[in-house]
């Protein structure tokens, strides 16, 4: 899939709407004409872990594009005006119908992840979440179905996006 860079498909200022939108350099468009910078950043986004009493980690299977039928963490975007904890409790109630208990970060990963005709390149945090009730355990949102599995039976090739396998290997090496 090829990566679509606002600097190569933006051209008017969406502060004063002149055509005069340019790359400052990697991190920035700038307008030649009103002189407003639009600051490209990555999108913050969280992956938990959840692991039952048996040490397995709960993982899901992508109910939409992009990676649709892959596997993948619980979580997503981060919204605005929300913390990066909040979004744990908030994405996996949302995902899963459970409650966490607690939640701890353990590491991050960079992403590019791909959507319609745009890239956005995420920084996805990893949390270890709690969860002491898997009773109401129930795939809903963006998730097809969810199933927990041993470490060693993790099959790195059927996680979906980079980051992700990053994160999980990140947190079985501890």
């Known amino acids: 899939m090829n990566d679509f860079f606002p600097s190569e498909k933006w051209r008017y200022c969406p502060y004063c709407g002149a055509d005069a939108f340019r790359p400052g350099d990697a991190n ?35 109910k939409f594009e992009p990676a649709k039928g892959m596997l993948d963490l619980p979580g997503g975007f981060v919204n605005a005006d929300e913390t990066a904890e909040e979004a744990v409790r908030r994405e996996i109630m949302e995902e899963l ?19 319609g005709n745009m890239t956005y390149f995420t920084l996805d945090m990893g949390f270890e979440c709690t969860v002491s009730d898997f009773s109401r355990l129930s795939a809903a949102d ?33």
């Open 28 to 62: 920035y468009m700038k307008c030649e004409v009103c002189g407003e910078k639009f600051y490209i950043n990555a999108s913050a986004a969280v992956a938990c872990i959840v692991v039952n009493a048996q040490k397995e980690i709960l993982l899901t299977r992508r």
């Open 97 to 115: 119908n459970l409650r966490v208990d607690a939640a701890r970060y353990f590491g991050s990963s960079t992403n590019r992840y791909h959507y």
């Open 142 to 174: 963006d998730v097809a179905s969810c199933a927990f599995f041993a470490p060693c039976k993790v099959d790195f090739a059927q996680i979906g996006f980079p980051s992700i396998r990053a994160l999980v290997r990140r947190y079985m090496q501890r």
